[in-house]
């Protein structure tokens, strides 16, 4: 079946640009994750979903990250006026929901490579 | 809070070599314990996991135990091949969370 998707592959934008990234999660999954990759920081949760709750925003780095869920599936995250330290892989991940979520895999999607310049 | 340190690299081994990186976790109660790849020019991928204490994940000939006493969750190949090149990475989710805490990651390279 198909896996998470992410669109686009690649972004560069200028500095000081909005730029908004897009997932589609794996049918049926009804938790959603954002990760960001970067060679300073490693991998870092970002913002987390799980159905109709409010969402766990605890590792956002800033108020220019916002994400959103619409109708339970797709997720956009935005970031307003993009900072050079932005630069990153942002990875979405999917799983299947229940307490917590505990212990279910996350299915990765092959990330978005933002470049700000 | 949650952590996950595990061996630096790069790691370069020869094919057949033995294989084994470190991982050590910090987490309160009981985590789940996960081994994620990332082979070259792909996404991330669950190797193997381990729900709770002794027990052994294992898949493509790699192996981990979740091991309480040393907190700790060490991964092992006996005869690595070309195709294992890839980064790998130790992470948890905790008892009372989903969201996963990685390790740094490290790299490995195996030479034919």
């Known amino acids: 079946g198909a896996g998470v998707s992410q669109s686009p592959s690649n972004k560069v934008t200028e500095k000081g640009k909005d730029v908004e990234l897009r997932c589609d999660p794996i049918s049926g999954h009804t938790a959603l994750y954002w990760y960001r990759q970067s060679l300073g920081q490693g991998l870092e949760f970002l913002i987390y979903f799980q159905g109709n709750s409010a969402p766990d925003k605890s590792g956002l780095p800033s108020d220019r990250f916002s994400a959103e869920r619409t109708g339970g599936s797709v997720s956009t995250l935005t970031i307003q006026r993009t900072q050079q330290e932005d630069s990153a892989v942002y990875l979405c991940?999917?799983?299947?929901?229940?307490?917590?979520?505990?212990?279910?895999?996350?299915?990765f999607g092959p990330g978005t490579r933002l470049t700000v310049t | 809070g949650n952590s996950v340190t595990q061996m630096e690299g790069p790691v370069t081994l020869s094919e057949e070599a033995f294989l084994t990186i470190n991982c050590t976790y910090t987490?309160?109660?009981?985590?789940?314990l996960f081994w994620y790849v990332q082979y070259p020019g792909e996404g991330l991928q669950l190797l193997l996991k381990a729900t709770k204490a002794d027990d052994k994940g294992s898949n493509k000939g790699f192996e981990a135990t979740y091991r309480k006493e040393t907190t700790s969750f060490h991964l092992e190949k006996g005869s690595v091949q070309v195709s294992d090149s890839a980064v790998y990475f130790c992470a948890l989710s905790g008892r009372n969370d989903y969201k996963l805490s990685f390790g740094a990651g490290t790299t490995v390279t195996v030479r034919a």
């Open positions: 987490a309160t109660g009981y985590p789940s």
């Open positions: 991940a999917s799983s299947l929901g229940g307490p917590r979520g505990r212990g279910y895999e996350q299915y």
